[in-house]
């Protein structure tokens, strides 16, 4: 059975990108994986990592939760808005705080290369943004999906990752919004 961890990187729990992630679990239940969805907004942590790499700094314990619940995943699920052709502080500073060395991957002694840590899992990227997604991906070259899909999840050794994006936002319609939907709950029941 998939066990699926959804993460919203929304600071806004009414936000689309919080009824993705509802529309996600609701398609991932009905097709019978065991589903966990996680709304950054509700967790208690400092999102910034006050001395990087040099100086550990206590995870507090919904950041604990949160490196058991993806340990425990196969699958884990990503939703965040393309802000300024990246995504969110909130989700920013979980990733760093979160995604640490020893736990999602670990230099190697006297090495360029490091062990991935998260390996044997997928993952999918779910985004919005008003831009069209012919500029985001000509004019800036889609740094907020790089970013996590290679720079974060790759690098942990989570593969494949895939990527939806729905753009653009600030023009679509009800009825537009309720066909992402329901093609977000068929993601969800394909688990892909």
Known sequence: MQKILIINGH????????????SYKKGAL????????????????N????????????????LLKMQQLI????????????WWATFPALLKGFIDRTFLPRF??????????????????????????????WYYSLFTKKPGIHAIRKGVLQFCGINPVKVTGFAPIKTADDKKIAQWLLKVEELGKKQL
């Not at 009905?30 to 709304?39: I, N, R």
């Not at 001395?51 to 550990?56: D, E, T």
């Not at 340990?71 to 393309?82: D, E, G, K, R, W």
């Not at 779910?126 to 069209?132: E, R």
């Open 104 to 133: 999602a991957f670990a230099y190697r002694e006297n090495s360029q290369f490091w062990d991935k840590l998260l390996t044997g899992k997928s993952a999918r990227i779910i985004v919005t943004m008003d831009s069209p997604k």
């Open 71 to 82: 340990t425990n995943a196969s699958h884990l699920v990503f939703v965040y808005p393309i």
């Open 47 to 62: 999102p910034i990592l006050q001395h990087g790499y040099k100086q550990r700094t206590e995870l507090e314990p919904d």
């Open 11 to 22: 600071p806004d729990k009414e936000s689309l990108c919080a009824g993705f992630a509802e």
């Open 30 to 45: 009905a097709s019978g994986a065991e589903c966990k969805l996680v709304h950054l907004a509700d967790l208690q942590f």
